[in-house]
């Protein structure tokens, strides 16, 4: 009998390299979201869950709603894993949700306490931010004839790759609970970043360091987002941009 697994959010940036993984792996894959063409599933409403995990061995939960809804959905996914028999749930979160204050993180934070309190067998991976996402708030910044950039900001940006391939192979193990986390290869200041950004993309701008107050900013600048003693991701900022 093939190998089940489920992928929550599998129509999304981390979700579709997730399902590719796995596809590859030679097992049997469900990829789940709203936007699904065979299964339409809605986790903050309930919506065909317990159609979509039927049989599954594992689930791997990358579906984000970007705030709280993470948490009704999660609670939803749970409810229906219930009913489907507990399989392993391996869920991909942030590091720094349980240092950095943003609205965004406590929600991570809390979908991971609900996780662990399920009585599931469960996995949780903490990664660091996307290349996606620094290229984002540099392409934002660089709208601008003057490049703005927070003061003493450092990033670790890691490959959705390198995080996919984490994700398929806690799918095949047994569930471990909270896993070591992954952090990409290289830690850099906003202003490196900037630098290498400019240099591939062939703009041309000067930058400006703006101090930015509040706890927040604190945290990232103490570093709490970052995975310094796991700097184990293998693609480096300037080979995302360099394609």
Request: net charge positive; proline share 6%.
């Amino acid at each position: 009998m093939r190998r089940r697994i489920v992928v929550t959010g599998g129509t999304g940036r981390l979700g579709q390299v997730v399902v590719e993984r796995l596809a590859e792996r030679g097992v049997e894959v469900q990829s789940i979201s709203r936007r699904n063409t065979t299964v339409s599933v809605d986790l903050r409403k309930g919506t065909n869950i317990d159609q979509a995990i039927a049989g599954a061995a594992t689930i791997v939960h990358c579906a984000t709603t970007n705030g709280r809804g993470d948490i009704v959905a999660t609670r939803n996914l749970i409810e229906a894993a219930k009913r489907a028999g507990g399989p392993h749930l391996v869920y991909v979160s942030i590091v720094g949700v349980d240092r950095v204050p943003m609205p965004y993180y406590r929600a991570k934070l809390a979908v991971e306490q609900e996780i662990a309190a399920s009585g599931l067998p469960w996995t949780i991976v903490r990664a660091t931010q996307f290349h996606e996402l620094v290229a984002q708030i540099l392409d934002l910044a660089a709208k601008l004839p003057i490049m703005p950039l927070p003061t003493g900001f450092r990033f670790q940006p890691i490959d959705t790759g390198d995080v996919a391939d984490r994700l398929a192979a806690l799918a095949f193990g047994p569930p471990q609970g909270r896993v070591p986390d992954l952090g990409g290869p290289q830690i850099l200041d906003i202003r490196q970043l900037a630098h290498t950004y400019l240099m591939l993309t062939g703009k041309r701008r000067k930058l400006a360091m703006v101090p930015v107050p509040g706890a927040i900013a604190r945290a990232y600048r103490e570093g709490h987002h970052l995975a310094p003693g796991q700097a184990v991701g293998r693609r480096t900022f300037e080979e995302f941009l360099a394609g």
